[in-house]
């Protein structure tokens, strides 16, 4: 198929809900993936630091994702459904064990991040006896009903009917709420609830805020969380949909912390590309519901574990939690905090490998219109760049944890000319 065909065909027939022509009319057709690079029909490469909203965290076409699929292809069995068990689902079980708190034993798959938190939502209901939900602002967590009620942004809320009489919204660490004053809401807010009693089934949180512009709630607020959490015996859940499997530096987001929460939720770059999620916690939330209180029928598949296996080892093998810390973090600090002294540019946020640079007109307003040029011009010189923030307001780099130096200079360097040229 031609690309103008593909175009044609996606233009006329795809919900106009997607993001597909959301920046450019004629985005590039990628037929071939390599590494950190896409490349069109003809040959041309863009380097990728968008990463599939930050699911392909090894690159595109990595032997050892190439291996599994082909190893699962070889058996003949593409799903057998949950009813039955299949040593790549068990084989994933093993490998997230060895990553996760030691009282997390039990694990639940489903197919996306959103309805990973669902399934969490529904475990600690169930759990608990209580329907109360506590999230937090600026926190993103997915687009299905129950996880759109935790998620922040008006835009995105408003034409739908949602859970807010059973959830309140606490602030996050950031811009005018230091992590005292967020401790000091959630603290009240619990008594609240305990006098009430009507106290939470679940606290559901994010330890770097990264679709909202990489804000972290820093490791003094989860520590603090954690503690009035327990205090109160309020499930806490971590959601590492986006943060999770190394884009930190570590395995997760919250291991900075030492904290140890009742629940973590992973997804995206867990598989490398294919639908697949996971909720992970103790036997008390998913040792014991009955079979069948929470299923879906790809949950498990196949390949999708094997990619996934594929991908854990291939971060323990090859070190690449270091690759982010003494490599790419590294680069990215040297070359993109200077930005902080031209005009217009409000902050430069940085967690492990990604990177939010945040735009502000003459009168302190969020400049959406600015982030998305740069990611325009971006385009045009065959780099992927990422968009984010509360407003739209960030440019976002989300690259390959296996990204070389190299590459990453050299883009980093055509970024700040471009950047320059437009302060």
Known sequence: ?????????????????????????????????????????????????????????????????????????????????????????AALYDRLLAILPPELTRIQLVNSGAEAIEAAIKSAQFATGRSRLVAFDGGYHGRTLGALSLTSGDRIRAPFHLLEASIDILPYPGPGVTPDQALAAAETLFAQRFEARDLPALVLVEAVQAVSGLYSAGASFLVGLSSLCRAYDIPLALDEIWNGIGRTGRWFGFDYSGIYPDFVIMGKSLSGGLPLSALAASDRFLGRWPAGMHTSTFQGNPLACAMAVATLDTITNYNLLGHVTDVIAPIMAAALEPLLNLPGISDVRMAGAQVAIEFRDPGGQPDPARAVALQTRLLHHHILAYG????????????????????LSEALSKLKELVESTA
């Open 1 to 89: 198929m031609t690309p103008d065909h593909t175009l044609r065909l996606t233009r006329d027939h795809e919900s106009t809900s997607a993001n597909t022509f959301r920046l450019v009319p004629d985005p590039p057709v990628f037929v071939r993936g390599e590494g950190p690079w896409l490349l069109t029909a003809d040959g041309t490469r863009y380097l990728d630091l968008v990463c599939g909203s930050a699911t392909t965290s090894l690159g595109h076409g990595h032997p050892a994702h190439l291996a599994a699929l082909q190893e699962v292809m070889a058996t003949g069995i593409m799903h057998t459904g949950t009813r039955l068990p299949s040593p790549f689902r």
């Open 388 to 407: 984010g923030g509360r407003s739209g307001e960030c440019l976002m780099l989300v690259p390959p944890i296996t990204l070389a130096a190299e590459p």
